[in-house]
């Protein structure tokens, strides 16, 4: 009989060198809000984002075209033309745009597993998307939360024990930062906005008056795109193989 792959997660972007990523799938999480808004941004029809560690590189490609998004301290750069929530990408016209995209932790996290096999971004807006995908890939995954500058958080926690429950029983759990996950999750599940109201990012982003980002991050299946990292830049796998 053939062993069930694993299912593992990386409770924060300090501790992807204590894994081999080039034996996984990863997950990059970052549910707060860069992953979120690669999502929305992709579903509202750009064609690639590519996510750069600094603000230097994003204006060097707004030279060559790109739309820029830039973040730093959960706040929108002056002089680029998006912030990181995704209601900048919901309401502008991005159809047929290429978007060069900067944060604090998300994009860092990308550039951090760039060795895996496979690279993918999750969120709770694609999670029935990335949860199809990954069953039919049948190969070891990881799930990569992005945390806050190095530490672990509660949000991206919740997603990881979130995919890592609804895959339990295709894939194998054998470790405890995956049943610290899957045990949030299941404390959580039904409450996960009431849950998150101490956690630090909600807080930073509610005294920035972005409640509605934290609310809209925490519904499900919203955007049926699945940000597919490759060569430095993610696509919608999903369009492309249609
Ligand atoms: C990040 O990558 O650090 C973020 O997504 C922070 C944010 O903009 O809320």
Redesign the pocket.
Known sequence: MRLRPLVRVCLSTALIPTFKVEDYIVVVI????????FCVALDKGVTEIRPVPSLRACRRLAREGYLTAA?R???KVPGFDF???PFDFLEADLQGKKLAFT???????LWAVRKAKKIVAGAFVNMSVLLTWLRAQEEPVLLVC?G??DHVNLEDTLFAGAIATELEGDFRVNDDATLIAMSLYQMAEHRKKYYLEHSA?FE??VELG?QR?VKYSLRRDLHPVLPYYKDGVLIDLLRVQA
């Open positions: 970052d549910i707060l809000r860069a992953t979120t808004s973040e301290g959960a706040q912030g990181n929530s944060t604090t932790n998300g994009t860092r996290a992005s806050w500058k990012h930073r982003l972005m980002d």
